[in-house]
């Protein structure tokens, strides 16, 4: 089970800190990632990292979130700077090991002044 958190408003500039429990599942085992589906487009990559730690960030995001686990918590967290209203989106986590995949159930960060 995957449990997503720490979404809500803030003001362009502002900073949010989602995080995602891992529960069922070897942790240490999990590629693990964020991904985020604006209203009308497509779900979309935003940072993913691997069990031995490869990290990969769309470019919209480099220099502005960082993605982190923390073996302590069995999770995976997403800190947001600098946020824009672009970023406005439904926020999702997603685990893969092997060929499965397993997907929690979002949480809205909205943007906005």
């Known amino acids: 089970q995957l449990q997503a958190s720490g979404g809500g408003l803030v003001q362009p500039g502002g900073s949010l800190r989602l995080s995602c429990a891992v529960s069922?599942?070897?942790?240490?085992?999990?590629?693990m990632g964020w991904y985020r589906q604006a209203p009308g487009k497509e779900r979309e990559l935003v940072a993913r990292m691997s069990k031995v730690g490869v990290i990969n960030y769309a470019d919209s995001v480099k220099g502005r979130f960082t993605i982190s686990r923390d073996i302590t918590r069995n999770a995976v967290d997403l800190q947001m700077n600098s946020l824009k209203p672009e970023d406005t989106a439904v926020y999702y986590c997603?685990?893969?090991?092997?060929?499965?995949?397993?997907w929690g159930q979002g949480t809205l960060v909205t943007v906005s002044s």
């Open positions: 997603k685990a893969e090991w092997g060929p499965r995949t397993a």
């Open positions: 069922g599942f070897t942790f240490s085992s999990l590629d």
